[in-house]
């Protein structure tokens, strides 16, 4: 989940009493093609988790006065419909605005589903195509997080330390500032940008072998609480962003965006937003824990995502089945 989440639980938790209006500020035509564009991608991939196609792509898009709704099965009763939207082919719902206009997340902000709260491009700094992919990127959280498992699993990893808000998954208190855990990371970072340019090479399944070593001395360098919590955010937000990664891949091959997504002033060519995101990922790994604490788990998990590909096809089948420990996978026939 990208951003912000102390806002989220304040406001999630407590309780709300919005006044009923019947006039409001239609979505903006830019941001109803950006929403139609990653719903449309969205059908379009979705060969690339089993059960995609079968969670709900929630959004609640939040701007500077109000907040519209699309796509959420039990909208609750803050809301008043707009009637259905032609570009959309949904109906879409508003509420005065209630969260930050730059909010990235995916938590369950209407009605306990996970929904996709997300600001406007000119709001959270992306241009059109970013906002789409990273709209993907959030939409694999709901999938995450819609699995019947994962609530009682994450529980069980007993890393809350008695707080129910969620707030651990960004708190727990890991050694992000220790030298020791700092140096460990380092070094395995050093073999995760080696296994990334080696994918697809002769040298690559040496070169794995090289990068699951280091992955096993990581181990040492943390407590066994330490080493869930980091396996927690590798399984979570390193998928989510591998996810992201691929996604643009496959647009920038084999997808075709509509016209109108096209045709915005902002547009990037999908095949440039994937390079980007991947020298994103190269160069997170080179910045370090200390730098970027939780989010250098990211690009870790991205990577491991690609070598899984080229090494052990079919693992996306057991990804939500087979929770947190995403090394394990490698050892699998």
């Not at 069980?156 to 700092?182: H, N, Q, R, T």
Request: proline fraction near 6%; charge should be negative; glycine fraction near 6%.
């Amino acid at each position: 989940m990208i951003g912000y989440m102390r806002l989220l639980v304040a406001l999630v938790s407590c309780s709300l009493v919005l006044p009923r209006f019947i006039h409001a500020q239609e979505v903006a035509y830019a941001d109803r093609v950006r929403i139609a564009e990653a719903f449309r991608l969205a059908d379009e991939v979705e060969q690339l988790w089993p059960g995609w196609s079968e969670v709900p792509f929630a959004v609640l898009l939040v701007t500077s006065e109000h907040e519209f709704l699309i796509r959420h099965p039990h909208p609750s009763d803050d809301f008043e419909s707009l009637g259905r939207d032609a570009l959309l082919d949904e109906e879409v719902l508003v509420r005065p605005r209630v969260f930050e206009p730059g909010l990235l997340a995916t938590f369950p902000a209407v009605s306990g589903l996970p929904t996709l709260v997300i600001g406007t491009p000119e709001e959270t700094g992306l241009s059109s195509t970013q906002w789409v992919l990273t709209a993907l990127h959030e939409h694999f959280h709901q999938l995450q997080m819609s699995d019947a498992d994962y609530y009682p699993a994450t529980n069980g990893l007993e890393l809350s330390g008695g707080d129910e808000s969620g707030m651990w998954m960004l708190d727990y208190p890991f050694p992000y500032d220790s030298p020791k855990v700092a140096a460990a990371l380092e070094k395995l970072a050093r073999a995760a940008r080696l296994a990334l340019d080696s994918i697809g090479s002769p040298s690559s399944s040496e070169i794995l072998g090289d990068y699951l070593a280091q992955r096993d001395r990581l181990q040492e360098a943390l407590t066994e609480k330490e080493y869930r919590y980091l396996s927690f955010q590798i399984w979570q937000e390193g998928m989510a962003r591998y996810t992201q990664l691929v996604v643009a891949a496959r647009a920038g091959t084999e997808y075709v965006p509509s016209e109108q997504f096209e045709a915005l002033p902002d547009f990037m060519p999908y095949s440039d937003a994937a390079e980007e995101l991947r020298e994103t990922v190269r160069s997170e790994l080179e910045r370090g824990l200390p730098e970027l604490r939780r989010v250098f788990f990211y690009p870790i998990g991205a990577v491991e995502g690609l070598l899984l590909d080229e090494f052990r096809p079919g693992w996306r089948e057991y990804y939500l089945a087979r929770k947190f420990y995403v090394e394990r996978y490698f050892a699998d026939q």
